[in-house]
């Protein structure tokens, strides 16, 4: 038999994806899976891009956009029968693939810019930490994804001086524009961004802070696939709310509330309680005759 495709997915397209949509559409809660197809790019038009920018696309990220000029896929959640967007995987396309940086022809020759907060005293990497990126004409800088504004992931051309060099790296700048390394490859980054299922913040999982508390409520109830889970371990989230997305998307049915009857006296106290009546009017009685 053949298996339905989800609706709006070519065949193709779902070998692309990794078959994500399927795992969303079943995921207790999620609604308007949201896949937006887009067409090959042009292989001219990869080329005016290199040649525009004195550099040359990473193979595997060639071959991507000559599948698909970019990538866009939105889920939301149905909360009160409302929909409420919340995960959102991008890559720009060929046209949106900008320098970062890079000094534009309307702005002042006095106005700052980026590289400005570069410092001659920044630490290069060594050891297991890999150099940094450079604002300045050291790296050419790429936005491959604004991140719905929590940052941005970039493609990094990290030595561009004599000579551009081939070798590119993934990037995250968070919004205080520190960095942070992600991977070496595209194809490397293309799997983290499909198994993170494009929850909010997710890139900030690699860096030294995490994620926000907001964000792990949702990590915890849509677990990302990935094998690496160390930032939604017990310990280290203990004060963060064990949500059961299956009671949460629950329909709520309004049960009756039963009212409880206080207890009545049990037979041995009201007779304890008659005897200790009887008795004080008999005293009362016996003292009034004295009289």
């Known amino acids: 038999m053949e298996e339905k495709l989800p609706t709006g997915i070519k065949p193709y397209l779902d070998k692309l994806t990794l078959g994500v949509t399927r ?4 995921s207790p809660g999620v609604a308007e899976v949201t896949f937006v197809e887009k067409e090959p790019a042009e292989r001219h038009t990869i080329i005016s891009w290199e040649q525009k920018n004195s550099c040359i696309l990473p193979e595997d990220l ?12 939105t889920w939301s959640v149905k909360t009160d029968d409302t929909p409420m967007p919340l995960g959102s995987m991008v890559i720009n396309s060929v046209s949106k693939l900008c320098r970062l940086g890079g000094s534009s022809m309307y702005t002042l020759p006095s106005a700052p810019t980026l590289a400005d907060l570069e410092d001659d ?11 940094k990126p450079h604002f300045d004409s050291r790296s050419l800088i ?22 551009v060099s081939q070798d590119t790296e993934i990037w995250f700048l968070d919004r205080a524009l520190y960095w942070h390394f992600l991977t070496k490859t595209f ?9 993170h299922l494009g929850l909010p913040q997710w890139q900030y999982a690699f860096t030294s802070y995490g994620v926000s508390p907001q964000a792990k409520q949702w990590f915890n109830m849509y ?14 989230d203990s004060f963060v709310n064990k949500l059961d997305p299956n009671k949460v ?19 041995g106290s009201q007779k304890s309680h008659t005897s200790m009546t009887c008795a ?12």
């Open 121 to 131: 005293t920044d630490e290069e990497g060594n050891g297991d930490k890999p150099e």
């Open 142 to 163: 790429f936005e491959l994804d604004p991140c719905n504004g929590n940052g941005k992931v970039c493609l990094v051309y990290k030595h561009a001086e004599p000579v």
């Open 187 to 195: 194809t490397a980054y293309y799997r983290l961004l499909i198994t």
């Open 223 to 236: 677990k990302p696939i990935t094998i690496n889970t160390a930032h939604l371990s017990e310990e280290a």
């Open 62 to 73: 060639k071959n991507f956009y000559l599948m698909t000029d970019g990538f866009q896929m």
């Open 249 to 267: 998307f629950k329909s709520k049915n309004k049960t009756p509330v039963l009212k409880k009857k206080q207890a009545s006296q049990p037979p």
């Open 280 to 291: 004080k009017t008999s005293s009362l009685a016996g003292n009034s005759s004295r009289k």
């Open 23 to 26: 795992i969303l559409e079943t």
